[in-house]
């Protein structure tokens, strides 16, 4: 009996210390699937477009829908800036659109998301799109980059320095141009030509997709693009392949670092400009180039999450999708996207789209998935990708997490609907919305009511204020500002204080 007493007391007194132990964080590994202009309309569970995306609606079947979830946004830089550092791109004076040759972005010195991850035992990578500046300004690319992805807090990048309409058209692995012939030398400049090198403007018989803006100079795979470029031949990408090499390489990561924990930034070209999808996927969305990319976007994610699932994986990472800016239609290539647009409608329910201050510029389709952790859903609560920095601090019980993220990992996993109450969004020219309680209050802007180069887009800027109420009006045809002056002001005041936090 007493034998059988002391028996019980000491699994009540063990019952009580684990009871008071703080609980270990999870750590799950984490893959960020990030999209390169893909509208919420895009995706076929958000049910406003007409396409199919069978791969990510079976990923948010699996998992979490954010109906509310924004990048910080309308264009890529700085949307990526505040991914990766938890602050708002307009603080940093540099966090614009960055040419091909723009010296890296992110302090070297400064927290990071990836540094979160490997000061927590964490390997880390990114595969795909980067867009966030090389070296120093004056970047050598027949040489080791050493100011790149890699000092920022990846163990491990694959990427192409800018966009897919930017040169340099080749990869960078770890700081390397990939296949480089060093007899070839690669020379960069955005504003002067090379001699002799032929671009889209003097030599539109060598193209097989032709510029309807922009997108005039040297010239790739028969593809003219942005800014100039010479040699490197053997280092020259091959659009058609890009998706399956980017597939490879995020493939290859996981599969590399299958029994440590791994945070991977898998970013996606697609359906950025210029729309060159696989063979396999021409014609397949009756949409044009755009429609086919967005296709072949949702294969690669599908393929990417079998390869979890074939490796055991899938019950032990978290998987968030998402993309950097909304949708656009002829984004600078004459691509039939506005032809065979048909009743597709890449921005939703919303207003405006890429470049836009109107919602569709920066809300975006939004995911997340850890099989037996979230439970499958969708969530009406607030969310940004600037807030992934404080989600995994608090994931793994770290206070450094970014001047503007808020550890939202509850909302992130669905246990909680209590999300962001003050948002900032970015549009054109660092033009700012700011969010409160389900109001977007626009603040007065001089400028051009549409985007002021050949794309088809609002800006959102007008020189009143405007306001909307999202909540009862998600595709702003109803300005209100004129009926409620004094939430205006009170906006203004609260947008203010937050724009102006040191
Ligand atoms: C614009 C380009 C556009 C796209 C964009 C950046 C022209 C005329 N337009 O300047 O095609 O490249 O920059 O897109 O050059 S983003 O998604 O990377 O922000
Ligand atoms: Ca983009």
């Given at each position: 009996m007493i034998k059988s007493m002391f028996g019980l007391f000491g699994v009540l007194v063990m019952l009580m210390i684990a009871a008071c132990t703080p609980q270990s964080p999870k750590t799950p590994n984490v893959v960020i699937i990030y999209t390169d202009d893909l509208g919420i309309g895009d995706v076929s569970c958000y049910e406003a477009g007409t396409l199919n995306t069978p791969?990510?609606?079976?990923?948010?079947?699996?998992?979490?829908?954010?109906?509310?979830?924004?990048?910080?946004?309308?264009?890529?830089?700085?949307?990526?800036?505040?991914?990766?550092?938890?602050?708002?791109?307009?603080?940093?004076?540099?966090?614009?659109?960055?040419?091909?040759?723009?010296?890296?972005?992110?302090?070297?010195a400064a927290a990071t998301l990836p540094k979160l991850f490997k000061e927590n035992g964490y390997t880390t990578g990114v595969v795909g799109k980067w867009h966030l500046g090389l070296g120093d300004g004056f970047v050598n690319w027949n040489e080791h980059i050493a100011l790149g992805a890699n000092a920022v807090g990846f163990d491990y990048s694959y990427i192409m320095a800018a966009t897919n309409d930017r040169v340099p058209t080749v990869y960078v692995e770890d700081g390397n141009v990939v296949n480089l012939d060093k007899s070839d030398p690669i020379e960069v400049n955005y504003y002067?030509?090379?001699?002799?090198?032929?671009t889209g403007k003097d030599n539109p018989e060598l193209l097989k997709i032709h510029p309807s803006h922009g997108h005039n100079k040297s010239i790739t795979n028969g593809i003219s693009r942005i800014g100039y470029m010479k040699g490197?031949?053997?280092?020259?990408?091959?659009?058609?392949?890009?998706?399956?090499?980017?597939?490879?390489?995020?493939?290859?990561?996981?599969?590399?670092?299958?029994?440590?924990?791994?945070f991977l930034f898998y970013t996606l070209h697609q359906?950025?400009?210029?729309?060159?999808?696989?063979?396999?996927?021409?014609g397949k969305s009756g949409m044009g180039p755009r429609g086919d990319a967005i296709l072949e976007a949702d294969w690669c994610v599908s393929e990417f999450l079998k390869t979890l699932d074939e490796l055991g994986l899938s019950e032990n990472t978290l998987v968030i999708f998402s993309s950097d800016n909304g949708p656009v239609i002829d984004d600078g290539y004459k691509d039939q996207a506005e032809e065979l647009l048909g009743d597709h409608r890449p921005w939703g329910n919303l207003r405006g789209g890429k470049y836009s201050l109107y919602d569709a510029g920066t809300r975006v389709p939004f995911i997340a998935r850890w099989k037996g952790e979230i439970e499958p859903g969708v969530s009406d609560a607030m969310i940004s990708q600037?807030?992934?920095?404080?989600?995994?601090?608090?994931?793994?019980?770290?206070?450094?997490?970014?001047?503007?993220?808020?550890?939202?990992?509850?909302?992130?996993?669905g246990r909680s609907d209590e999300g962001r109450t003050q948002y900032i969004t970015e549009g054109l020219q660092r033009k700012l919305a700011y969010?409160?309680?389900?109001?977007?209050?626009?603040?007065?802007?001089?400028?051009?009511?549409?985007?002021?180069?050949?794309?088809?887009m609002e800006t959102g800027f007008?020189?009143?204020?405007?306001l909307y109420n999202l909540a009862s009006d998600p595709a702003q045809q109803h300005d209100v500002a004129a009926e409620h002056p004094e939430r205006v002001a009170t906006m203004m005041k609260h947008f203010e204080t937050i724009r102006d936090r040191k």
């Amino acid at each position: 009996m007493i034998k059988s007493m002391f028996g019980l007391f000491g699994v009540l007194v063990m019952l009580m210390i684990a009871a008071c132990t703080p609980q270990s964080p999870k750590t799950p590994n984490v893959v960020i699937i990030y999209t390169d202009d893909l509208g919420i309309g895009d995706v076929s569970c958000y049910e406003a477009g007409t396409l199919n995306t069978p791969g990510i609606d079976k990923m948010a079947e699996e998992g979490i829908r954010f109906s509310r979830g924004y990048a910080t946004a309308a264009t890529c830089t700085p949307s990526r800036y505040s991914l990766l550092t938890g602050e708002y791109p307009w603080r940093n004076k540099r966090a614009a659109v960055l040419p091909g040759n723009a010296a890296l972005l992110i302090d070297t010195a400064a927290a990071t998301l990836p540094k979160l991850f490997k000061e927590n035992g964490y390997t880390t990578g990114v595969v795909g799109k980067w867009h966030l500046g090389l070296g120093d300004g004056f970047v050598n690319w027949n040489e080791h980059i050493a100011l790149g992805a890699n000092a920022v807090g990846f163990d491990y990048s694959y990427i192409m320095a800018a966009t897919n309409d930017r040169v340099p058209t080749v990869y960078v692995e770890d700081g390397n141009v990939v296949n480089l012939d060093k007899s070839d030398p690669i020379e960069v400049n955005y504003y002067k030509n090379f001699e002799g090198e032929p671009t889209g403007k003097d030599n539109p018989e060598l193209l097989k997709i032709h510029p309807s803006h922009g997108h005039n100079k040297s010239i790739t795979n028969g593809i003219s693009r942005i800014g100039y470029m010479k040699g490197g031949k053997s280092a020259l990408w091959v659009d058609e392949d890009m998706a399956d090499n980017f597939l490879d390489k995020a493939r290859q990561f996981v599969s590399d670092n299958q029994d440590k924990p791994f945070f991977l930034f898998y970013t996606l070209h697609q359906p950025h400009v210029p729309r060159v999808p696989n063979p396999r996927f021409a014609g397949k969305s009756g949409m044009g180039p755009r429609g086919d990319a967005i296709l072949e976007a949702d294969w690669c994610v599908s393929e990417f999450l079998k390869t979890l699932d074939e490796l055991g994986l899938s019950e032990n990472t978290l998987v968030i999708f998402s993309s950097d800016n909304g949708p656009v239609i002829d984004d600078g290539y004459k691509d039939q996207a506005e032809e065979l647009l048909g009743d597709h409608r890449p921005w939703g329910n919303l207003r405006g789209g890429k470049y836009s201050l109107y919602d569709a510029g920066t809300r975006v389709p939004f995911i997340a998935r850890w099989k037996g952790e979230i439970e499958p859903g969708v969530s009406d609560a607030m969310i940004s990708q600037v807030d992934f920095f404080g989600c995994f601090a608090q994931m793994l019980g770290s206070e450094n997490k970014g001047p503007d993220s808020k550890m939202l990992l509850p909302v992130l996993t669905g246990r909680s609907d209590e999300g962001r109450t003050q948002y900032i969004t970015e549009g054109l020219q660092r033009k700012l919305a700011y969010h409160e309680e389900g109001w977007v209050l626009i603040p007065p802007y001089e400028g051009s009511k549409k985007v002021p180069w050949g794309v088809d887009m609002e800006t959102g800027f007008s020189t009143e204020p405007q306001l909307y109420n999202l909540a009862s009006d998600p595709a702003q045809q109803h300005d209100v500002a004129a009926e409620h002056p004094e939430r205006v002001a009170t906006m203004m005041k609260h947008f203010e204080t937050i724009r102006d936090r040191k």
